[in-house]
């Protein structure tokens, strides 16, 4: 009887060993084939990886007449007030464990968003996080990086996507985002994100 226990658990604890050891070598194998071809991903920032309604909000608040510098300033530095998107978020470093180089893009200008960039460096190094400009095309960052997914919120970033030849997947906005234009998720026929609005 003590014989039979003992051979279970030594059965059991191998079977274990073996699937562990399987999923590790099947990591090896992608982590290694993606390192090599060196390829990438990348994803929106505002309503993609973050919620980033209360920045926008502060900014507003400070500057309501004019959007500027200053106005920008205030949105890249109050990245404190964002909410990152748990599902998101949570693939963005699935696909950097598995090895994929991970881009961010954000809809903005640049003004004083060094500390922005500073927060994000262990996903994506400063030189992944860009900035395209107020209403800046993402396109031409998505043709020159050796991209296969683009994950974005908006209709124009599935556009751009697939003019640069990369495969575009919609993130949900949340409910609570004050920018509802260029939103109009699965009319596209693109790849739908399911509980990304979180």
């Known amino acids: 009887?003590?014989?039979?226990?003992?051979?279970?658990?030594v059965e059991y604890w191998w079977r274990v060993a073996k699937l562990v050891m399987g999923a590790m070598m099947v990591w090896g194998?992608?982590?290694s084939l993606v390192t090599i071809a060196k390829l990438g991903v990348a994803f929106d920032y505002d309503d993609t990886l973050v919620f980033s309604t209360p920045a926008y909000e502060k900014a507003y608040a400070a500057s309501p007449r004019a959007v500027g510098p200053r106005f920008w300033s205030i949105v890249n530095q109050s990245y404190d007030l964002e909410r990152?998107?748990?599902?998101?978020?949570?693939?963005?470093?699935?696909l950097r464990v598995l090895g994929f180089r991970v881009?961010?893009?954000?809809?903005?200008?640049?003004?004083?968003?060094?500390?922005?960039?500073k927060e994000w460096r262990r996903l994506a190094p400063k030189s992944r996080f860009l900035f395209a400009g107020e209403g800046g095309s993402k396109?031409?960052?998505?043709?020159?990086?050796?991209l296969v997914l683009f994950f974005g919120d908006?209709?124009?970033d599935i556009s751009e996507a697939r003019k640069a030849d990369v495969f575009p997947v919609r993130v949900?906005?949340?409910?609570?985002?004050?920018y509802q234009d260029d939103?109009?998720?699965?009319?596209?026929?693109?790849?739908?994100?399911?509980?990304s609005q979180y």
Not at 84 to 94: E, H, Q
Not at 139 to 146: T, V
């Open 139 to 146: 396109r031409r960052f998505l043709e020159g990086g050796n």
């Open 84 to 94: 990152p998107k748990i599902v998101p978020l949570a693939l963005a470093w699935a």
């Open 1 to 9: 009887m003590v014989l039979q226990k003992a051979k279970a658990q």
């Open 103 to 117: 881009t961010i893009i954000a809809s903005r200008p640049d003004t004083d968003g060094a500390a922005l960039q």
């Open 183 to 195: 939103y109009r998720p699965g009319t596209m026929r693109e790849i739908v994100l399911p509980l």
């Open 172 to 178: 949900k906005r949340s409910s609570r985002s004050s």
């Open 29 to 31: 194998l992608v982590f």
């Open 154 to 156: 908006s209709d124009t």
